[in-house]
């Protein structure tokens, strides 16, 4: 029995506008001819195209982008890795340790991880003469480092709840192990793997205090950008470049809600049809 | 698949492959950092570099810096600041969050997704752009900091009216701007723990004669009580080493822990300090969590 | 709707009269009119979709009448809602407290009732001793096997001591054994208690065993409501003596029609059959229904010479206590008939088997007649 009630109502919209307000009214502002970030003085697309014209902004983007790709995919293919470790692989060596491993950097505060990387990037350096420099190497290496323990826990998670007999039923039609692995769990737990890699994707794309640890000179993230220009105040540029951003964030999650709801429908439909088929 | 490749793969190589990767690439990365800040911890600054020298002879560590961590009142004070502003942030997200969860369960199954959705989208967008969009709504010429202003001064004896409220770098900026950046982390999992939840039991209670209000409280809530731990994990942690938020809209002279470890590093070059107040910071954080696994292994036994 | 049902009467305790419920345009419940007296075991049994819960939803309060009125010892229920009724539930799920004790579930409704903490803790362990559960008053329903939680769920839905009770699929969840057990367990408490009790079911032997009065319901209409021998010996319409337990049915029309009875010719049979209901005249279409258990079979020619079919056993399946046969006519149609293994004997001595030629007798009074189905 759904009730209907008016406080849980109102506590929602509030939750909603104190959620939406701040970014509506900074879109908005990306719109003002003003100087003053604040202060309308008028409607003005003028900070896009200074924007787009800006070779920093550009860059940085470009270098962010190129880390998220490459620190995602790695941290996939680890964090799968060590997820079917975890939960296919019943005994083995140090298997508590590994799987404490993998849960600490989810809790670990990103100021110390920064300076922890910081601090082996260095020693390295003194003991090993590598990095010599420190830059997209060293920032894609932490990045991998936090982001892959989240891949596991997702892969973790849906190989838990997976039906171990569709494994058993292909060894028992003849798969060797890796076969089973390559043919069986793996497509299955795809979309697992696929929200893995966005999820690592978006925490590379976002993070600004691990890399501002861990970057050197002449490689600037873009989030590194904006907090350089946040830290000087309001720009209207920033609030263009803002928007920009939700609105990319906004199409992609909404065409993603597309896809699951209309693969949703469908499997409903067809459960239907088998069942009426059946009658 | 034959020859060598397939027979070295069916056998032990392609387990030891998949375990031995992520195990490597996570001690080598992640342990190894972490004992260099513990080992870190123990030395003393020197002017060489990197700035840190152990001691020439036995016991070659010192303690020092932790004598200075327990006695110099920044650093209890930034302890206290952080404990007081993180458990403030996730109260007042728990007060928020709560009735939006309960909210959504209550909405039909389309209108679910979409209020999700709505409460996750921001989530994706730029962390750092979050905060700079309550950067400005707060500044003193903002329409949102004149409006809060005007509606205050029409409450208050005209003697304390005042001409814009001081919002920015004070500690509730802070606690306001975590409030609203870690809200989906309170929301999620208590939707996933009220979602599961049993309608029959809340009708039963009510066929036993308990008013809504009663339901919730007899009902509801006690079995809530997962989800309400797990997003106030969620929000807690991140909140104590937070180092973003109280940097930009926080108060200098009330710092959180995430910004004196940062200041020990960059400005002061006390590597060992900050190593220090690292540690203290992770013992802050693993303590609760481990009381809270070891209640909920305690109430996984009795429930089996 | 008018078998074995008259008018309301002020005995009625409760009282439905003409309640239907619509989900958009779907009707759950179409003008139900229903009374049941104080102290009956009604049972409310139908396939899963015809309205039976809800019909239970509506009386409990959780769900309201879309058109009609709801009485309950006089009392008209519009408005009141499932917390002021003296109604009380149990559920299909049982729906436990999973985090309070055996003792607090049982005792959470007297938290509302006007009683001394004595007097509740006394109820209480009235309640559990009932349902023999004293010695787990401590548990929490998860401790407790799927028996036990359902006399929990019991003992909490009559602790309050309702007028009346609804029991949503009392047995559903529990295993063959257990459930026979636990019927005449049921009926036992309310025997005792003399409490009203309304039991939704889809098994009609639990309706059968449990209840004194049957009503059966489909696409939201109640179809017979009766006796249990009433609905299984004179189901009023195709549709019920299909539906409570098995029937053989053929097409039929009505080739004479006097004071002797009724004889119809069935294509299907092949025979006419002679059947000792009435009401019907020559040249009527009719449906012709047998329950297995009335046919008689052998081997031998009967000396009866009407109403015998012949035919041959196509095929047999022994469950025991009886032998369910598969026989066919001539005319190629297949009857079930059913034959109790009243003698200890070994397979080869059996009524008959496989290819064995065999005599039918369908005795006039076993024979029922159906017009055609509104």
């Known amino acids: ?279 | 698949m034959s020859g060598s490749a397939a027979g070295w793969f069916n056998r032990r190589g392609w387990r030891d492959l998949i375990i031995g990767s992520p195990y490597l690439w996570l001690v080598l990365f992640f342990l190894l950092p972490f004992v260099i800040v513990i080992v870190m911890s123990f030395a003393k600054t020197a002017t060489q570099s990197p700035p840190f020298a152990f001691l020439p002879d036995w016991p070659f560590i010192r303690f020092e810096t932790y004598h200075r961590l327990f006695t110099s009142s920044l650093y209890i004070r930034a302890g206290i600041i952080s404990v007081y502003n993180a458990a403030v942030a996730t109260l007042l997200c728990l007060l928020l969050g709560y009735p939006m969860a309960l909210a959504i369960t209550r909405a039909g199954k389309s209108l679910q997704r979409l209020l999700i959705m709505l409460v996750v989208l921001p989530f994706w967008t730029s962390f750092l752009l979050r905060v700079y969009a309550w950067i400005g709504l707060m500044g003193k010429n903002s329409w949102f900091n004149k409006a809060i202003t005007a509606a205050y001064n029409t409450f208050v004896p005209a003697a304390w009216e005042l001409p814009g409220i001081q919002m920015m770098n004070t500690n509730f900026a802070v606690v306001l701007v975590m409030v609203y950046s870690y809200l989906p982390f309170m929301v999620l999992p208590l939707y996933a723990n009220l979602e599961k939840l049993d309608g029959t039991l809340n009708e039963a209670a009510m066929d036993l004669g308990s008013r809504r209000w009663e339901v919730f409280r007899d009902i509801t809530l006690p079995l809530s009580i997962p989800g309400i731990i797990a997003g106030g994990l969620l929000v807690f942690i991140p909140a104590m080493g937070e180092l973003i938020i109280p940097s930009l809209v926080g108060n200098a002279g009330d710092p959180m822990i995430g910004r004196v470890i940062q200041q020990e590093f960059g400005q002061n070059r006390d590597w060992p300090m900050a190593s220090a107040v690292a540690v203290a910071l992770l013992f802050m954080l693993v303590v609760p969590l481990m009381l809270y696994n070891h209640f909920e292994a305690k109430a996984q036994a009795g429930a089996h | 709707m008018t078998a074995g049902e008259s008018a309301p009467q002020q005995s009625d305790f409760i009282h439905i009269e003409g309640v239907t419920k619509s989900f958009g345009s779907f009707k759950a419940v179409d003008n139900v009119t229903l009374s049941i007296s104080k102290g009956e075991l009604f049972a409310l049994l139908g396939g899963s979709g015809c309205g039976k819960t809800t019909l239970l939803r509506m009386l409990a309060g959780f769900e309201t009448p879309t058109a009609g009125r709801i009485f309950i010892d006089g009392q008209d229920m519009a408005g009141v809602p499932a917390y002021e009724r003296p109604v009380n539930m149990m559920f299909q799920s049982y729906a436990l407290f999973p985090h309070m004790t055996v003792a607090k579930n049982v005792g959470y409704g007297l938290k509302h009732e006007d009683m001394t903490q004595v007097q509740r803790e006394d109820r209480v362990r009235e309640m559990l001793n009932l349902v023999q559960l004293s010695h787990l008053a401590d548990r929490k329903p998860h401790q407790l096997s799927g028996g036990q939680r359902q006399r929990v769920a019991l003992a909490r839905s009559l602790a309050k001591l309702p007028k009346l009770l609804l029991l949503d699929e009392p047995l559903g969840a529990l295993d063959k054994k257990l459930r026979e057990h636990t019927q005449f367990e049921i009926a036992n408490i309310q025997y005792k208690l003399g409490i009203t009790f309304v039991v939704v079911t889809h098994d009609q032997e639990e309706a059968m065993t449990l209840a004194s009065r049957i009503a059966v319901m489909d696409k939201g209409v109640i179809r017979q409501i009766g006796s249990p021998s009433d609905i299984y010996e004179h189901p009023n319409s195709r549709f019920v003596a299909d539906f409570i337990g098995s029937a053989n049915m053929v097409e039929a029309e009505v080739t004479k029609a006097d004071g002797a009875g009724t004889e119809v010719l069935s294509p299907s049979l092949g025979h006419p059959i002679l059947v000792a209901s009435s009401g019907y005249t020559k040249g009527d279409k009719v449906t012709l229904a047998f329950r297995p258990e009335k046919v008689s079979i052998s081997r031998k020619k009967p000396a009866a010479a009407k109403n015998v079919l012949k035919g041959t056993v196509q095929d047999f399946g022994y469950f025991g206590k009886d032998s369910l046969y598969r026989i066919k006519l001539p005319t190629g149609h297949v009857l079930s008939v059913n034959a109790v293994n009243a003698e200890r004997a070994a397979a080869e001595q059996a009524v008959a088997t496989w290819e064995d030629e065999v005599y039918l007798t369908i005795a006039p009074a076993a024979a029922m007649l159906f017009g055609a189905e509104t």
């Open chain 1, 1 to 279: 029995m759904k009730q209907r009630s008016t406080f849980l109502f109102s506590v929602m919209a509030f939750g909603l506008a104190f959620l939406y307000v701040p970014i509506l009214s900074m879109m908005f502002f990306s719109f003002n001819r003003s100087r003053l970030a604040t202060v309308w003085g008028g409607f003005s697309t003028q900070w896009y195209g200074k924007l787009f014209s800006n070779s920093q902004v550009i860059d940085a983007a470009l270098l962010s982008l190129r880390i998220a790709l490459l620190s995602a995919t790695l941290a996939t293919i680890l964090g799968t890795m060590a997820g079917l470790a975890l939960a296919r692989f019943r005994r083995f060596r140090g298997r508590a340790l590994l799987s404490g491993l993998v849960t600490a950097p989810l809790i670990m505060p990103e100021v110390i991880t920064g300076i922890s990387s910081l601090l082996l990037f260095i020693m390295m350096a003194e003991w090993l003469g590598w990095p010599g420099q420190r830059g997209f190497t060293t920032i894609t290496i932490a990045h991998i480092t936090f982001s892959m323990t989240y891949v596991t826990v997702i892969v973790q998670s849906r190989l838990t709840a997976m039906d171990l007999s569709i494994e058993e039923a292909a060894m028992d039609l003849g798969s060797r192990p890796w076969q089973v692995l390559r043919d069986v769990t793996l497509p299955i737990i795809s979309p697992a793997i696929l929200s893995g890699w966005l999820l690592a994707f978006t925490i590379s794309l976002d993070d600004v205090v691990i890399t501002s640890f861990t970057t050197g000179p002449g490689y600037t993230t873009l989030p590194m950008l904006i907090w350089s220009k946040v830290k000087l105040g309001v720009t209207p540029d920033i609030n263009a470049l803002a928007t920009v951003i939700v609105v990319v964030v906004a199409i992609g999650v909404a065409i993603s809600a597309v896809i699951l709801t209309r693969a949703d429908k469908r499997r409903e439909r067809d459960i239907q049809m088998a069942i009426a088929a059946n009658k």
